[in-house]
């Protein structure tokens, strides 16, 4: 069976440390280190209206963001695996972005916000809500996420069929019927595999919401981090964490599986 | 033929949009003060050479580039086989490969970080030097890698291969001939994104890093929590200025036209 | 070993094995780096911490003959220390953890007489380290908290931490987010501003609350709000006072109040299970060194702790730290706020965001 190196791999590498995490989910919170055996964190997070709103925010910028990104990645890596002259003009402005640091980036981008709204305000124009809110998350998320959603989409077109394209455009289909029924299906494994890529990152972003959020914006992450790097005490974080992946795992089984069919 | 038959203007366009936040990066690089403003208020390398005359900054990029290629190496050689077997064959146990293959996706960095590290003082000997932080970025580089082959895998049609063992062809040959050159662009693709996920990550490396050895994108981290100045910014902008080099030369050896074959020419 | 482990964890469904890792992972942990005595393994911040200490080692080395190595742990230190108790002969840490890690018995507690000219730091930074007769950690250096603004774009002169709350700033100003230090020191500036001192915790709260409306956004990269007062999209911002100096030409003013205000040290700490903290002490005291302060501070630009360093004044331009500065800061309880920090993060993100 070839995938046993990967299934070997995973069960120690991953399940080892998965149990860590759960383990620790199980820690006194106020206790150094990891011990105890409570179930405190949970029930702290599972009886809070507070902690459910976190929970939705982080699911609904994640499924937002992998839409939007899905969106308008699809029709660029359509428009590379189909009409591919200055091809490496298009696959740069893929790769090349993903080589700057990662805060530098989003510096960059709000810079870049900040410049484009000091030029609408001097025309007397409003200004783009894009600074410290769930839209500029969202944005920073889009930005993030496109190189990852483009690549698998572009790696499932690479045998696109131009025939059949051509050949239902000859016979008289629609452009939108070709849309529907010739490429869209040839993407959909991609768009799945893309899917699975992007949600796993957006609903586990630490930096992007963060940042683009200027803090006003709190996800799971932002709990766990919180939690995890201060006081040396992991109870609560890790409970967040398993809570937050018996939601995102299903999901992504999910996507996977209709990636693979 | 116009270029427009020939390039979509939409790719174009989301190009530059894509290309946008690198031009305000390389303008914030050559900004002669102590700060990052766009657009620069003079002229000035002065951040280039403060970048490359920092021994920590370049122990880093070479370390960062070993750990990046060794998990991509692992990363492709998990997941190749694996994608082969979930998207030709039915068996007992896909499901396991699935969740196992999915699983480190979905667990926060920082705890994987964690785990890792809790795991590893314990399994491996001590002084294993960047042997953790390999292993720790495959993990994750696998499953990347995996979503993009079985993307690209699902659309190879297996009667091709079929085809040319009916037609005698023994099947390893059937193999290597007619499924592996196409299963290429998903290659290139998935292990680019693997390679990307470790050169750029911080928060497995973080909890990895052993005395004496520490990744490019972790010292820039700890860097711009103490200094405002563009050398970070400079050290990006050489990098990309690098990627560019290595794609023109990946061009002209011919590796990108697998990645853009298209249209099924 | 790898394979007997991989056999165990699959056998064993994996989570009963993985709970025997576990129990051995949450015991002692780790090997020794055989305590040599020629080599100090250190646990470091990184970035402009690993580039001055890298600096310096070489003139340390031709004098003692020995080599430190370091770690760049980021924030993790403590957790490091915690995870690999032998592996590290001395330990970076802010106050706060340095304080905790002790109290945790990661730590231990310094023997003062072992460090040249320890009545030379200044008191205030000494004394705050020290808990119930225990020294937790020696401050080499330290950095005052105070008030970044641009006088183009705020209507007032600021002079206090409570002109911060006036409503003139609403949407103005730039503050650390949890769970950072600096966070917890502008809960403790708001506790001191409108409560009965440091520890009034309470009204602390309150005070945040009032000036949320205040807050342009909270930032968790120290960099980034030098950049966004650079570029003007920020006005005000709480934040190291040293970091505003260069800005000077954006109009940038740089105000420690003078009813005093937080700061955070560089704070050296030695493991408990440290195998050569005889080289550790050493390397402190060779960092303690004045003439050795002013290399230091030169390269990290913070101010020396060692109260007898002769600054050039080139240097000492550079900061904001002066005598009576370093007279006036605060006596932060840095145990309790290390003990708190968790629950502080929690209750700051509900009351601010």
């Not at chain 1, 974080?237 to 992946?245: E, S, T």
């Not at chain 3, 760049?72 to 592996?87: A, F, M, R, W």
């Not at chain 3, 905790?100 to 023997?111: F, K, R, S, V, Y």
Request: net charge positive.
């Amino acid at each position: 069976m070839l995938g046993l190196p990967l299934v070997l791999y995973a069960a120690v590498l991953f399940l080892v440390p998965l149990a860590i995490v759960i383990r620790a989910s199980l820690s006194d919170p106020n206790v150094f280190g990891i011990s105890g055996l409570t179930w405190v964190n949970y029930s702290n997070f599972l009886t809070h209206a507070y902690y459910w709103q976190v929970l939705l925010r982080t699911l609904l910028i994640a499924v937002v963001s992998v839409a939007a990104t899905a969106l308008l990645a699809v029709p660029y890596a359509y428009g590379l695996a189909r009409r591919p002259a200055l091809r490496q003009l298009q696959l740069l402005a893929l790769f090349a972005p993903l080589l700057v640091n990662q805060v530098v980036r989003i510096f960059g981008l709000q810079i870049l916000i900040n410049s484009v709204n000091r030029g609408l305000g001097g025309l007397g124009l409003p200004k783009l809500p894009l600074t410290y809110n769930i839209a500029a998350v969202v944005l920073g998320e889009l930005i993030f996420l496109f190189p990852y959603m483009a690549v698998s989409v572009f790696a499932s077109l690479s045998r696109l069929d131009v025939t059949v394209e051509e050949a239902a455009a000859t016979l008289g289909a629609p452009r939108r019927a070709i849309v529907w029924h010739v490429i869209l299906p040839a993407c959909r494994p991609g768009i799945a595999a893309g899917s699975v890529l992007t949600f796993a990152s957006a609903s586990g972003a630490y930096l992007v919401p963060q940042m683009m959020g200027g803090g006003k914006v709190t996800t799971v992450p932002v709990l766990i981090y919180n939690d995890v790097t201060q006081g040396g005490t992991f109870g609560s974080g890790a409970a967040a964490a398993v809570i937050l992946m018996l939601v995102v795992i299903p999901a992504m089984l999910y996507s996977s599986t209709r990636a693979a069919r | 033929m116009s270029l427009t038959r020939r390039v979509s203007i939409y790719n174009l366009v989301a190009a530059a949009i894509l290309i946008l936040p690198l031009l305000v990066v390389i303008g914030v690089s050559v900004n002669p003060g102590q700060y990052s403003v766009f657009p620069p208020d003079g002229f000035s390398l002065r951040w280039f050479s403060n970048a490359f005359g920092n021994h920590q900054f370049l122990d880093a990029l070479r370390l960062s580039l070993e750990i990046a290629l060794g998990a991509t190496a692992i990363s492709l050689a998990l997941a190749v086989p694996a994608s082969l077997s979930l998207v030709r064959w039915r068996f007992r146990g896909r499901s396991l490969v699935r969740v196992l293959a999915i699983g480190p996706l979905a667990v926060p960095e920082i705890l994987l970080g964690l785990g890792l590290l809790i795991f590893f003082t314990n399994a491996l000997p001590l002084g294993a030097g960047t042997v953790p932080i390999v292993l720790g970025h495959a993990l994750v580089g696998t499953p990347i890698a995996l979503q993009v082959l079985t993307a690209n895998l699902t659309q190879i049609d297996g009667v091709l291969e079929e085809a040319a063992q009916t037609l005698g062809a023994p099947p390893i040959t059937a193999f290597t001939k007619v499924t592996l050159p196409l299963m290429v662009p998903g290659m290139v693709g998935a292990g680019l994104l693997s390679f990307i996920f470790s050169f750029d990550n911080v928060n497995i490396s973080l909890f990895l890093t052993t005395p004496g050895e520490s990744t490019l994108p972790v010292q820039m981290y700890s860097y711009l929590n103490y200094r405002s100045d563009p050398t970070v910014a400079a050290m990006s902008t050489a990098l990309v200025l690098f990627g560019l080099v290595f794609f023109v030369v990946a061009n002209r050896v011919g590796a990108l036209r697998f990645m853009a074959s298209g249209g099924g020419r | 070993m790898t394979n007997q482990l991989s056999r165990r964890a699959l056998l064993g469904g994996s989570a009963a094995a993985a709970a025997g890792v576990l129990l051995s992972a949450c015991g002692s942990g780790g090997s020794s780096s055989g305590g040599s005595t020629d080599k100090v393994t250190a646990s470091e911040w990184g970035g402009v911490w690993d580039k001055a200490l890298n600096g310096i080692a070489p003139a340390f080395k031709a004098q003692s003959g020995i080599t430190v190595v370091n770690a760049v742990d980021d924030e993790n230190g403590l957790v490091k220390v915690q995870q690999n108790p032998t592996l590290y002969d001395l330990a970076w840490l802010t106050a706060d953890k340095a304080a905790q890690g002790l109290a945790e018995g990661a730590l231990q507690p310094i023997d003062t007489g072992k460090v040249t000219g320890y009545a030379d730091i200044y008191p205030n930074l000494t004394s705050s380290l020290t808990t119930g007769g225990k020294v937790a950690g020696i401050p080499v250096s330290w950095g005052v908290i105070g008030i970044l603004y641009r006088t183009d774009l705020v209507p007032f002169e600021i002079t206090s931490w409570k002109d911060l709350w006036r409503p003139e700033l609403k949407g103005a100003i730039g503050i650390q987010a949890m769970p950072a230090l600096g966070a917890a020191m502008t809960l403790l500036t708001a506790a001191k501003t409108f409560g009965t001192g440091l520890n009034d915790v309470a009204a602390g709260w309150k005070a945040m609350a009032a000036l949320k409306p205040n807050v342009q956004y909270q930032y968790s990269v120290s960099s980034d709000p030098i950049n966004k007062l650079a570029d003007g999209s920020l006005p005000v911002a709480i934040s190291f006072a040293d970091f505003g100096l260069p800005l000077a030409s954006k109009k940038v003013k740089v105000v420690v109040p003078a009813d005093g205000a937080p700061w955070s040290p560089q704070v050296a700490c030695i493991p408990k299970r440290a195998g050569n903290a005889a080289g550790a002490y050493k390397f402190v005291n060779y960092l303690l060194d004045p003439t050795n302060q002013v290399t230091w501070v030169k390269a990290t630009a913070v101010a020396p702790a060692n109260s007898k360093t002769q600054l050039p004044s080139d240097v000492s331009a550079k900061l904001t730290e002066t005598q009576s500065v370093a007279d006036n800061i605060w006596k932060v309880d840095w145990l309790t706020v290390g003990k708190n920090l968790n629950s502080w993060a929690q209750q700051w993100q509900q009351t601010l965001s």
